[in-house]
């Protein structure tokens, strides 16, 4: 979960958070399967017993080059999420 706030429309201008969270399913994920639904939630409200970290914990997991690559990504997507 990335946070972005929209400081400006003209010209456009966001930020993206430094801190978001990686939240987890507590069912392992099948993609033969669809019948365990819970396996598709990691809303905290409707899976409140998969595990919650946060991004430093996702870059210590990672390392640092594989994390800038994937931070590189979000950042992307939230541009162009954010442009559309």
Known sequence: RLWVVVTSVEPLRAHLHHHGL????????DAAT??????HLT????NMHGDVWSLEQ???HLGDAAYA???DQMAH???LT???
């Open 69 to 71: 690559r994937l931070h």
């Open 34 to 39: 669809t019948t365990d639904m819970q396996a």
């Open 82 to 84: 954010i442009a559309a």
């Open 77 to 79: 997507i939230a541009a």
């Open 22 to 29: 990686v939240l987890f399913s507590s069912h392992a994920y």
């Open 43 to 46: 809303n905290y409200a409707q």
């Open 58 to 60: 996702l870059r210590q």
